[in-house]
């Protein structure tokens, strides 16, 4: 069984910089493409940033392109996401996610494509 949990959520300050780790274990780190998904109060769930099984491709939405950044450590099961510049807008749930994937370059977007999901750690930006 696939677990994914993630780690990194609290209250920080607009402008600060925040890291999310999500730790993977149960399954074979380097077959799973992962990605990071976030949930605001009263709206959907929606893409923030994906990265390739090895790691070289990575994917953005526009509203994180140029401040977030995604990386994986393939030796520690782990995904990380580097927050910078955060704004209240960011303030959310944030959730990692696994997908089974053949390619070894692909990074996906959809939520979808995903099997496994973490519980999600809390990020707040407060003015």
């Known amino acids: 069984q696939v677990q994914l949990v993630e780690s990194g959520g609290r209250l920080v300050q607009v402008g600060d910089s925040l890291r999310l780790s999500c730790v993977v274990s149960g399954g074979t780190f380097t077959n799973v493409a992962m990605g990071w998904f976030r949930q605001a109060p009263a709206k959907g769930r929606e893409f923030v940033s994906a990265i390739s099984r090895n790691g070289i491709t990575t994917r953005y939405s526009d509203s994180v392109t140029g401040r977030f950044t995604i990386s994986r450590d393939n030796v520690k099961n782990t995904v990380y996401l580097q927050m910078n510049s955060l704004e209240p807008e960011d303030t959310a749930n944030y959730y990692c996610?696994?997908?089974?994937?053949?390619?070894?370059?692909?990074?996906?977007?959809?939520?979808?494509?995903?099997?496994?999901w973490g519980q999600g750690t809390q990020v707040t930006v407060s003015s």
């Open positions: 996610a696994a997908a089974n994937s053949q390619y070894e370059d692909s990074a996906y977007y959809v939520q979808q494509r995903y099997n496994y």
